[in-house]
């Protein structure tokens, strides 16, 4: 059977219509109709804390980061330290705690980041009884699905300074006491 010249023409327009339709296309001002490409989703998140104790202190940080990019991409990060400074000879002893998270879900207008950042610090004067004590925590974040939390002690036989805090979304918390 031979096919006329007319019919091949419909055959192939026909696919490539049909080809066209069910590609992901995207209409741009200038350049006309454009094939779509979809991009794979990706995400990573990452967590680092650390707690170091004594000669007169008490020290927590803990840092944490989450990136998703693309539809169904998600991440999430979480971590905490805890220190204790034992009471020693004049009886002094510091605690602190930082606890961080960061989440993050990805959407096809970009790349979404969230980060959280702690520290703390209990301190005390370790060669007396002195009310040298001293008590910080410092926290930042970013993201819609960020938060940090912390506190931080130190104590004396004659005095004693506490902090705590805690922070979400984009925002900031910074205590100080002694």
Same mark, same amino acid.
């Given at each position: 059977?031979?096919?006329?010249?007319?019919?091949?023409?419909?055959?192939?327009?026909?696919?490539?219509? =049909?080809?066209?339709?069910?590609?992901?296309?995207?209409?741009?001002?200038?350049?006309? =109709?454009?094939?779509?490409?979809?991009? $794979?989703?990706?995400?990573?998140?990452?967590?680092?804390?650390?707690?170091?104790?004594?000669?007169?202190?008490?020290?927590?940080?803990?840092?944490?980061?989450?990136?998703?990019?693309?539809?169904?991409?998600?991440?999430?990060? $979480?971590?905490?330290?805890?220190?204790?400074?034992?009471?020693?000879?004049?009886?002094?002893?510091?605690?602190?705690?930082?606890?961080?998270?960061?989440?993050?879900?990805?959407?096809?207008?970009?790349?979404?980041?969230?980060?959280?950042?702690?520290?703390?610090?209990?301190?005390?004067?370790?060669?007396?009884?002195?009310?040298?004590?001293?008590?910080?925590?410092? =926290?930042?974040?970013?993201?819609?699905?960020?938060?940090?939390?912390?506190?931080?002690?130190?104590?004396?036989?004659?005095?004693?300074?506490?902090?705590?805090?805690?922070?979400?979304?984009?925002?900031?918390?910074?205590?100080?006491?002694?």
């Amino acid at each position: 059977m031979r096919r006329s010249r007319i019919q091949w023409g419909l055959m192939i327009s026909t696919s490539v219509c =049909l080809s066209l339709v069910t590609a992901p296309v995207a209409l741009d001002a200038g350049k006309g =109709l454009m094939m779509k490409t979809a991009s $794979a989703a990706s995400a990573s998140a990452s967590s680092e804390s650390s707690a170091i104790a004594g000669n007169g202190g008490a020290t927590t940080s803990s840092n944490s980061r989450a990136t998703a990019e693309g539809t169904g991409a998600s991440a999430s990060a $979480a971590g905490s330290a805890t220190a204790h400074a034992a009471p020693g000879v004049s009886g002094n002893h510091a605690d602190s705690t930082t606890a961080t998270h960061a989440g993050s879900t990805g959407n096809d207008t970009g790349t979404n980041t969230s980060t959280a950042e702690g520290s703390g610090l209990g301190a005390f004067d370790n060669d007396s009884k002195a009310s040298n004590v001293e008590a910080n925590q410092d =926290l930042i974040t970013a993201g819609a699905d960020a938060s940090a939390s912390g506190s931080s002690s130190a104590n004396s036989p004659i005095d004693s300074a506490s902090v705590s805090g805690s922070t979400s979304g984009n925002g900031e918390s910074h205590q100080h006491a002694d």
